[in-house]
């Protein structure tokens, strides 16, 4: 509501400004086409962040300095922190990086973002970059029309680029008109109080443009004509840093908690550095002059000087949060918590962020279904035969186990079902589908969504057939007869059996043993289903149960199996094989 209420005041204030000033027509329209530009340039580079990109990033996050750089380097590249930022929500959000390892990607994007001031004081403010910019135009339509994925992005690119040039120039044409009406360079305010004004009108100028690089090529072509001091465009540089971190608290809004917390550190950030930024103002613009002198930057060359200085206060701003990055995470997970729900358990892995890429989906797919399996499931089952999971994982032998559970812990299947399963059941079929609708997937990736599927579908019959076991289990404790207590013990063992290996198998790095253990029992389980038990037949030739309790066994004999089975298959298709599927399907 915030932001609409936002968007309409600023649509307002526009048309008031030009139909009572068209002078500013040319400036405005060139700030649009910029800001056309750079959304251009993120859609051709989403196209290639599937694979390659995504990759680096993500390997880029195992040690601090390579976050940092990396996450610079790619920004500086593709012209596009919110295409960073983006990606690193959704590793976060999958689990596929850590929260510290994600603030070193921001961190180095903020230092990335500052190439846009080296593009425009460097290169757009001196040649005539509309010559540049129409062929590209030209060929990024062309390339964007083929039914190539690979060509469509790569025209976004293109015409991206041509956009962000005809946006600098519109805007230098407009300034070199606009300076003949109205000298703005005549409002200069001087000191620490031009700092205060001109930090302000900075942070305004970008919460409504949406963009840090949008705002600094409208100071850097203000400041190239003339229309604005030096010291006053260095104060509109900080806060312009400033002021985009308004733009990732609106986008935060309806973000998730891996979301939040990223806007909260960029939050941190970016004000931390532009308060050190205002209160040296004066020294690092001095500094800038040293350096300006090193680099053979003119002396008149304010324009190449702001991109210095812009690039210089990121960096300390990187030095100084660099110390406290742990503590920093440590408060942001402490005021941005992950929601709970006493009663019915909630996906952990799910939600829109990690939507934004197959790779990312998938694997969050997979890990909430292993979440589910490894709390749900597997409580369910132990506590449907009446025996403690801590038992299972031990070292205690099976029969010993079996001997000593002999209670019942009255579980209500159903009730366990609507607690801990149905919820996120429902959550991981529906990603599932919709990552099968909005993305594009390899023929791997697809299989990889099946499978999970497959995997939960079985999951939810498991839960089915141990509703069914459990009763009579819960019965045969009681019983007298111990022929028949004997047969739902031997029922007990087979699935503890089952359980105990794939707990090993879990924890073992899918050993080979153990696989080969689980294909057998397996095997076994197929093979029973097709044949009745003879000890069952032998009680009822020799009168030791009644016509009543054999249907029950062979009922329940077959559940066993169908248990066994399930439980195997859920295993070998969630362990058995990788789980991520980052680049094209093909790891």
């Keep these: 509501m915030f932001r609409k209420s936002i968007f309409f005041v600023f649509l307002a204030f526009l048309a008031v400004v030009l139909f009572f000033n068209p002078n500013f027509k040319t400036i405005i329209a060139g700030v649009a086409i910029l800001l056309f530009g750079m959304i251009m340039l993120e859609e051709g580079f989403k196209v290639f962040a ?102 469509k992005g790569l025209g976004n690119i293109l015409a991206g680029l041509g956009f962000f040039f005809l946006g600098i120039h519109y805007m230098k044409e407009g300034f070199d008109v606009f300076k003949e009406y109205i000298d703005l360079s005549q409002y200069a305010v001087s000191g620490y109080l031009g700092v205060i004004i001109y930090a302000g009108l900075g942070i305004i100028i970008t919460t409504i443009l949406q963009s840090s690089s949008a705002t600094l090529a409208l100071i850097l072509t203000a400041l190239a004509a003339g229309q604005i001091e030096y010291e006053n465009a260095l104060a509109l540089a900080i806060g312009a840093n400033v002021g985009t971190t308004i733009t990732a608290i609106l986008g935060s809004l309806s973000a998730n908690v891996a979301g939040k917390r990223l806007a909260g550190a960029h939050f941190v950030f970016n004000v931390i550095t532009g308060i050190v930024a205002a209160a040296l103002i004066f020294p690092l613009a001095r500094l800038v002059d040293n350096l300006s002198e090193i680099f053979r930057i003119a002396e008149t060359d304010y324009t190449l000087k702001l991109a210095l200085f812009h690039t210089i206060f990121n960096i300390i701003g990187v030095v100084l949060m660099i110390p406290f990055i742990k503590r920093l995470e440590k408060l942001l997970i402490r005021i941005f918590k992950e929601k709970t729900d006493q009663d019915i358990d909630e996906a952990r892995f799910l939600n829109e962020a990690v939507l934004e890429f197959p790779g990312t989906v998938i694997t969050s797919l997979f890990k909430e279904s292993k979440r589910l399996f490894k709390r749900a499931i597997f409580e369910i089952v132990a506590h449907g035969l009446n025996i403690h999971r801590g038992d299972i994982k031990s070292d205690l032998k099976i029969k010993k186990i079996i001997k000593k559970s002999t209670e019942d812990m009255d579980v209500d299947v159903e009730e366990l079902y609507y607690q801990k399963v149905k919820a996120i059941y429902g959550e991981i079929i529906k990603y599932a589908a919709t990552a099968e609708k909005k993305l594009k997937l390899t023929d791997a990736q697809q299989n990889a ?139």
């Design 50 to 151: 599937k694979g390659p990109l995504q990759n680096i990033l993500k390997r880029a996050t195992d040690k601090l300095y390579k976050s940092i750089g990396v996450g610079a380097l790619v920004t500086a590249f593709i012209q596009s922190s919110s295409l960073v930022s983006v990606i690193t929500i959704s590793f976060i959000s999958a689990g596929l990086i850590s929260l510290s390892g994600g603030l070193g990607l921001i961190f180095g994007a903020n230092i990335g973002t500052t190439a846009t001031a080296w593009l425009v004081a460097g290169f757009g403010l001196k040649i005539k970059i509309s010559a540049l910019a129409m062929p590209m135009l030209v060929f990024g339509i062309i390339f964007s029309f083929q039914k190539k994925e690979s060509y």
């Design 449 to 587: 969504i099946y499978d999970i599927k497959v995997a939960n579908r079985k999951m939810v019959e498991i839960i089915r057939d141990v509703r069914e076991l459990n009763k009579n289990v819960s019965l045969s404790l009681d019983l007298e007869n111990k022929h028949l207590q004997r047969e739902y013990d031997d029922f007990r063992k087979k699935i503890t059996k089952v359980l105990r290996i794939i707990h090993l198998f879990r924890k073992t790095d899918n050993s080979k043993k153990l696989a080969k253990e689980l294909k057998e029992l397996k095997r076994e389980a197929k093979e029973n289903k097709r044949h009745s038990n003879k000890a069952i037949d032998k009680l009822i030739r020799k009168d030791l149960i009644s016509v009543e309790m054999a249907s029950s066994l062979f009922n329940d004999y077959s559940n066993v199996n169908d248990i066994i089975k399930k439980l195997i298959e859920v295993a070998e298709l969630l362990y058995g094989k990788k789980d991520t599927l980052l680049e094209n399907g093909n790891d």
